[in-house]
């Protein structure tokens, strides 16, 4: 008990002085991710296109006056206007709020998937690089026969053997995207091993599991950041695309795929509105992606920088 309190002293100005180098860590990361957005227009424009596609998502939609999936036959096909600011579609619905609402529903499978597929990818590349040999032949032949598969066939062929819907889709798009998550931290975790750390701990008797979650994953995260916004984006295409096909999102549920969809036959009649605007609010968002994770780049390897 004696040595408890004698050492008391010692420890807590450990742990201020450890404190404050994370504080001076953090303040220097912002301000370098400031710095990085400040210069750099466009991924600034990516930032601010996500923080808003997020905002209009989940808020734009309960101020609004209109229901998404309500249909009003005496005001179908009225064209843009101050009471319709997108038009309505051929059930009288208003398309804003549908778009609003398709935000939302794109948001969830599109992050759900990307959150599914970096915990099961990051598990499986860092695994297979760690105890190499069979359990890395094994794990990244499974890999490698997901990704010969072109993408978006194999994702069809999923999704026509679950059946559609919004969940269906997430878990087509988080065995999709796996190997690509898997594959990265693979190659991070193959050049992190071997290092003194890795060894130190090895040797120290700490577990394969607690070096793997605390000292492998942990210094691969900025390239599967990186990884993962880029990969939203790819996520949102898919889904817009099989719901497109009518293999997704069911109507009345909103969504821009089917959204899309819907328009497309209304085209000829001038009717341009109903399949323009969620295509245009689609191409916004993969933009947005793109170029946030252009900047999440810069800042996290600044070596990476054009």
Do not use: C
């Not at 609402?101 to 759900?112: E, H, K, N, P, T």
């Not at 597929?117 to 890395?136: E, H, N, P, R």
């Not at 607690?210 to 599967?224: D, E, F, H, V, W």
Request: aromatic share 10%; net charge positive.
């Amino acid at each position: 008990m004696r040595r408890r309190t004698e050492n008391t002293p010692v420890a807590i100005e450990r742990l201020t002085r450890q404190a404050n180098r994370f504080a001076e860590i953090t303040k220097r990361r912002f301000g370098f991710a400031y710095l990085v957005f400040r210069l750099n227009p466009a991924s600034l424009l990516g930032l601010i296109i996500v923080v808003a596609l997020f905002l209009s998502a989940f808020f734009g939609p309960l101020a609004l006056p209109y229901s998404p999936d309500k249909t009003n036959a005496p005001e179908r096909f009225q064209a843009p206007s101050s009471s319709h600011f997108f038009g309505t579609d051929k059930y009288g619905r208003d398309v804003f709020t549908r778009v609003l609402s398709a935000a939302r529903v794109d948001l969830l499978i599109a992050l759900g998937s990307i959150g599914l597929a970096f915990v099961i990818g990051t598990a499986i590349g860092s695994l297979a690089a760690y105890f190499g040999k069979a359990v890395d032949a094994v794990l990244m032949r499974i890999m490698d026969m997901i990704k010969s598969f072109p993408q978006f066939i194999l994702a069809m062929a999923l999704v026509a053997a679950l059946g559609p819907g919004v969940r269906n889709l997430i878990i087509v798009i988080t065995v999709i995207m796996v190997p690509s998550f898997a594959r990265m931290i693979r190659s991070r975790v193959l050049s992190l091993r071997e290092m003194a750390y890795v060894d130190a701990a090895r040797t120290s008797g700490v577990p394969w599991w607690k070096i793997i979650t605390a000292y492998l994953i942990p210094n691969s995260l900025g390239t599967l950041v990186v990884t993962a916004a880029l990969n939203v984006s790819y996520a949102m295409l898919d889904a817009a695309g099989l719901s497109y096909l009518g293999l997704g999102v069911r109507p009345p549920q909103a969504e821009w795929g089917t959204m899309i969809s819907e328009g497309t036959s209304q085209l000829l009649a001038g009717r341009w509105w109903i399949s323009v605007f969620p295509g245009l609010a689609l191409f916004l968002a993969v933009l947005g992606f793109n170029l946030l994770a252009d900047g999440l780049r810069d800042i996290i390897d600044p070596r990476m920088r054009r």
